[in-house]
Nanobody, 116 residues
Framework: QVRLVESGGGLVRPGGSLRLSCATS????????MGWARQAPGNLRDVIAT???????NYAGFVTDRFTISRDNAKTTVYLQMNRVEPEDTAVYYC??????????WGQGTQVTVSS
């Protein structure tokens, strides 16, 4: 059974930092592209960043240099380091695992609220 479990969300003040984690099981983690996406109320789910099995990263344009995705294949975990957060970053953050043609799997999400 494939499981992706996000953690690390919560309430953070503008300008602060947060590190999200996504622990996986049931997938050959090292062969999957991993990613983070977010969804604010009333909005579509937007991909934030991806990291390939080789460690190549890609970021959405709105991320700039504030967010960093990384992975630890030994721990089968992917991370999202969020710095200088803004109120507009408030959303539910999801991790996903993707491998063609094996499948695409989502976690259940973790809420991030940026507010003073």
């Amino acid at each position: 059974q494939v499981r992706l479990v996000e953690s690390g969300g919560g309430l953070v003040r503008p300008g602060g930092s947060l590190r999200l984690s996504c622990a996986t099981s049931g997938v050959d983690f090292s062969s999957y592209t991993m990613g983070w996406a977010r969804q604010a109320p009333g909005n579509l789910r937007d991909v934030i960043a991806t990291i390939t099995p080789a460690g190549t990263t890609n970021y959405a344009g709105f991320v700039t240099d504030r967010f960093t995705i990384s992975r630890d294949n030994a721990k089968t975990t992917v991370y999202l380091q969020m710095n200088r957060v803004e109120p507009e970053d408030t959303a539910v953050y999801y991790c996903y695992a993707n491998r063609v043609p094996t499948g695409h799997f989502w976690g259940q999400g973790t809420q991030v609220t940026v507010s003073s």
